[in-house]
């Protein structure tokens, strides 16, 4: 796993583990949100054996659980997929948000186990009142490593929050997915993009399944 990737897991570790728990304080504004949640599940999950040892399955249920329902990956899907969504048929973005969702969670479950002495530094918010996009800005350290600074696009609707971009050290994460996803359908069309995505998640899964 390369630079970018390690950074690109530790950030969707963080804003997966700041915005749990978030279904019963929906009407609280984001930054105060993450300030009040943020040390509470890091403790949890520094101390929880199953995740420190890297148990996938666990590590699956905690994303499933309190990870995923914070991301709306249908709209990180048909950004990342740029113009084309327009053109796709139902069936193809059904399939597109399905493998792209699969691809991001298997690519950063194993961030968890990895959480040891981080801390995230909330960094004041910026935005307009009333204002139904956010973007919330932090800070992670750790002892030893330079700072890495994170940055998370929220949109409000229906009174929830919920997180379709990230930026790591200024590099959106949508904008980095959309250059492959561009590269692949120009090459192979929709469904190559989706049988690419496809065969990535089979390899992922078997090579989670392998004994360690």
């Known amino acids: 796993m390369n630079t970018l990737i390690r950074m690109l897991a530790l950030s969707v570790m963080t804003f997966g583990l700041v915005f749990?728990?978030?279904?019963?304080?929906?009407?609280?504004?984001?930054d105060a949100l993450v300030k009040r949640v943020t040390q509470e599940v890091l403790d949890i999950a520094k101390t929880d054996k199953n995740i420190q040892s890297?148990?996938?399955?666990?590590?699956?249920?905690?994303?499933?659980?309190?990870?995923?329902?914070?991301?709306?990956?249908?709209r990180m899907t048909a950004l990342t997929t740029g113009?084309?969504?327009?053109?796709?048929?139902?069936?193809?973005?059904?399939?597109?948000?399905?493998?792209?969702?699969?691809?991001?969670?298997?690519?950063?479950?194993?961030?968890?186990?990895?959480?040891?002495?981080?801390?995230?530094?909330?960094?004041?918010?910026?935005?307009?009142?009333?204002?139904?996009?956010?973007?919330?800005?932090?800070?992670?350290?750790?002892?030893?490593?330079?700072?890495?600074?994170?940055?998370?696009?929220?949109?409000?609707?229906?009174?929830?929050?919920?997180?379709?971009?990230?930026?790591?050290?200024?590099?959106?994460?949508v904008q980095t997915y959309k250059n492959t996803f561009s590269s692949q359908i120009s090459k192979n069309g929709v469904d190559g993009l989706i049988k690419t995505l496809a065969d990535k998640n089979k390899n992922l899964s078997n090579n989670a399944a392998k004994p360690s």
């Open 83 to 173: 113009p084309e969504w327009e053109k796709t048929t139902p069936d193809q973005q059904k399939q597109l948000v399905s493998e792209f969702r699969a691809l991001i969670i298997h690519t950063y479950s194993g961030a968890l186990s990895n959480i040891r002495d981080q801390q995230v530094i909330l960094k004041p918010l910026r935005t307009d009142p009333g204002s139904s996009e956010v973007v919330v800005q932090t800070e992670i350290t750790q002892p030893n490593h330079e700072p890495i600074q994170l940055a998370y696009r929220l949109e409000k609707s229906a009174n929830e929050w919920k997180i379709y971009d990230i930026s790591i050290l200024g590099a959106w994460l």
């Open 54 to 74: 890297g148990n996938q399955k666990h590590v699956r249920e905690l994303v499933d659980s309190k990870i995923v329902p914070h991301i709306d990956f249908d």
């Open 20 to 30: 749990s728990h978030y279904d019963a304080i929906a009407q609280e504004a984001p």
